[in-house]
């Protein structure tokens, strides 16, 4: 194979994950609670025979971008938002605890709180179930209080607490799921420094400027390596036409 197509052919190939990170967070920037996803081109040694100032530029993820996203007053009574570092604890699709930031809460018709994509939320003793009520509050340490349907404020109640962690970022992995769990499975203890902000949502930290640019000189990028093969096919063939002719 030439080696100029090969180059061009592994340029385009890295760029094509880049672009897929880049697509992902720009597809999720209204996404309640998202975590931009990071990436770069780091540079990588090319075995083989050759010159050893031989490099590569692979694309390699980076982890998430942890930090706070805007902060939206919904006045929705279920709607919560973690403020600063910290997680919602859930209980992801296969039994286990998972961790999110997408505080939409919702009811079931049975009284089972879940969070948007209809995961369990724990509370002290496992998944929280909410009795009929009237009115149902959400404090700044996850409490959560109700007064039962057809009751005064007066018999307002606290039924259970919303369990908030915040375990070292580096031991939390997405899922595919979506939602993050502890490097090797196990749960996080519950941290009481954790906070809410009531009656809130978080906006996703994707700036969509930022994104949508990144998208586009990517994409030129991409546009060089596919011109870099077309020229590497053009000399291929004239370099055949003049040993034809020869």
Partial sequence: ???????????????????????????????????????????????????????????????RDDSQGPLDHTGHALDVAVRGSGWIAVQAPDGSEAYTRAGNLKLTADGMLTDAAGNPVLGNGGPISIPDSTTIRIGVDGTIS?????QGPETASQIDRIKLVDPDPAQLQ????????????????ADPNVQLVPETLEGSNVNPSSALVEMIGLSRQYEMQVRSIKTAEDNAGAATKLLAAS
């Fill in 1 to 63: 194979m030439d080696r100029s197509i090969y180059v061009a052919m592994t340029g385009a190939t890295q760029i094509l994950r880049a672009q897929d990170v880049a697509s992902h967070n720009l597809a999720n920037a209204s996404t309640t609670g998202f975590k931009s996803q990071l990436s770069a081109f780091t540079s990588v040694p090319v075995l083989g025979p050759g010159s050893p100032a031989r490099i590569n530029a692979v694309a390699q993820g980076l982890g």
């Fill in 174 to 189: 997405e899922g595919d799921d979506s939602l993050l769990h502890l490097a090797g499975g196990g749960s996080a203890e």
């Fill in 146 to 150: 109700s007064v039962p349907l057809g």
